[in-house]
């Protein structure tokens, strides 16, 4: 609780954070600065601090003092997209030479950015399976600067105990990154856990409507802050202000959605667990979970993700996705619309043949906010 946000309910944050009225009408929702460059008054004489819209506009700061708000961190970040993101981080805190530890089921554009991209200019990386923290341990080593964490994982809902990884990454003396895009910072506050950098694709849960695409960056460290928000504007990869107001607005009913997207995948992961057809069924409010205790200690709900193996193999799941009607077949996550897709030919086809690789009879849904009942029904035809 602040002078600036004199409340701890994120509720009331999710509307009032950075949405202040428009000082010159009175308009209650911040309008959309659709602008590039600012008058200034007299050489170096800035308004606000506005000049350039790529190193600052109005829009895109009353989302990040918003995503700051959230995540109980110092300062927030927009991008113009979650990899965006992602590489502004690792270029601001990497350097030829230095060695990250990744998730071995981290989602597959963050591994495609780490193996195609970062490793080309001298990045090295270890891929560890971050529910163990003893393998977390194993994996560190005098090079690293980085543990990268993803709590639930992309698409084989691994939880992580932050607290436990970002004790070893202290001892390390190497920063801890937790993507927290499945949890959003409604079910989960990865900086109060110990975390460095709090990563989001904005496009998912926090934008909430498959209508925007963008990312952000949370932190709590001054120094880190400036260092990254250098690299934001020489990098330039920022959220455009009309992104920018549609993230600000899908915000502010982030903990309506995300309470009625955890009811349903919860209510789904208990039919699926009994179908003849499903032979495991990945979600972390099952009690069978292995990582069902550490999410029920660090997260408030289970969210709305969920992962599926079917009997038959990779046809069997595929014919699953194709089945589906309400579920509709696409990439993605995080709209009120509920989705299907098969993660081994769609979001993770970049992991094929590597540590990385999905089961080919997995299937991951995007549980949305559809009726519960008519959504267990358009499943169980699907999976006949």
Not at 45 to 54: D, I, N, P, T, V
Not at 229 to 246: K, R, S, T, Y
Not at 336 to 345: N, T, Y
Not at 372 to 380: A, E, G, K, P, S
Request: aromatic share 6%; charged share 20%.
């Amino acid at each position: 609780m602040s002078d600036r946000h004199p409340t701890n309910s994120f509720e009331t944050l999710a509307i009032h954070a950075g949405n202040t009225a428009d000082p010159q009408t009175g308009a209650v929702v911040p309008p959309i600065y659709q602008v590039s460059t600012y008058k200034q008054d007299g050489v170096g004489g800035l308004r606000g601090g506005y000049e350039y819209s790529r190193s600052a506009n109005p829009t895109r700061t009353a989302l990040e003092e918003n995503l700051a708000a959230l995540e109980g961190g110092r300062r927030g970040l927009a991008f113009a997209s979650g990899l965006a993101a992602e590489d502004c981080l690792l270029r601001a805190l990497l350097a030829p030479g230095d060695h990250v530890v990744i998730p071995n089921d981290a989602y597959g554009g963050t591994f495609r950015l780490f193996a195609k991209v970062v490793s080309r200019w001298g990045v090295e990386f270890t891929v560890a399976d971050t529910s163990d923290p003893a393998a977390v341990r194993d994996a560190v080593t005098d090079r690293t600067k980085a543990i990268w964490v993803e709590t639930p994982s992309n698409p084989l809902l691994g939880i992580t105990d932050i607290a436990a990884v970002a004790a070893i990454a202290r001892s390390a003396g190497a920063r801890l990154v937790v993507d927290n895009t499945f949890a959003s910072p409604y079910l989960q506050q990865p900086l109060a856990l110990g975390a460095d950098v709090v990563v989001h694709s904005t496009t998912k849960y926090m934008g909430g409507h498959s209508d925007v695409v963008g990312g952000a960056l949370v932190v709590n460290d001054q120094d880190l802050a400036d260092e990254l928000a250098f690299h934001q504007n020489a990098m330039g990869a920022v959220a455009g202000p009309f992104d920018a107001w549609l993230v600000l607005r899908g915000i502010k009913t982030l903990a309506v959605r995300m309470d009625r997207h955890s009811e349903n995948a919860s209510r789904i992961a208990e039919m699926l667990g009994g179908h003849a057809r499903v032979t495991n069924v990945l979600y972390p409010g099952l009690s069978g979970h292995p990582g069902h205790e550490t999410a029920a200690k660090q997260m408030k709900a289970f969210g709305g993700m969920l992962s599926f193996q079917v009997a038959g193999g990779e046809e069997a799941a595929v014919e699953v996705c194709n089945r589906a009607r309400l579920f509709t077949l696409g990439e993605s996550l995080g709209g009120v619309e509920s989705l299907i897709e098969h993660p081994g030919r769609m979001t993770h086809a970049s992991a094929a043949g590597s540590a990385l690789e999905v089961p080919a009879d997995l299937v991951r849904l995007s549980v949305g906010i559809e009726s519960v009942d008519d959504l267990l029904t358009d499943l169980r035809q699907a999976l006949g």
